[in-house]
């Protein structure tokens, strides 16, 4: 049967276990990887968030001008469809916008403490 070494030379700093980091510190190269992989994916988790934010911004803008022209045309061919969209796009983007960004309090969220 192989035994251990116990000569502190052949240690590699993981208990001779496979797998187990928790007691080696990173080098300067593998540190900043995983910087660098952190930034990256927080600056395009931003970016996506205000392309996103930006993008329901002008179907609530498109919606509610299709909303209007709808009221302004309700008697000519075609007007309640107008509305009819334009209310869809303008509601929509409106509660997505809501949802996501949370611009209300949540029902669900408020604290019982306090209450009876």
């Not at 700093?13 to 510190?25: C, E, I, N, T």
């Not at 509610?64 to 309640?80: I, T, V, Y």
């Not at 869809?88 to 960004?101: D, H, S, Y």
């Amino acid at each position: 049967m192989d035994e251990p070494s116990t000569d502190p030379s052949d240690s590699d700093g993981r208990d001779g276990r496979p797998g187990d980091d928790a007691g080696r510190s990173l080098t300067g190269d593998e540190q900043y990887a995983v910087v660098r992989r952190a930034v990256e994916d927080a600056l395009w988790s931003v970016l996506g968030t205000a392309v996103y934010a930006v993008f329901l911004a002008v179907l609530f803008v498109v919606g509610l001008s299709m909303l209007a022209g709808g009221l302004f045309a309700a008697d000519q061919p075609g007007g309640l469809t107008l509305l009819l969209v334009g209310v869809v796009l303008f509601g929509g983007a409106g509660l997505e916008l809501v949802r996501t960004f949370g611009l209300f309090p949540s029902v669900r969220r408020r604290s019982t403490t306090g209450q009876e």
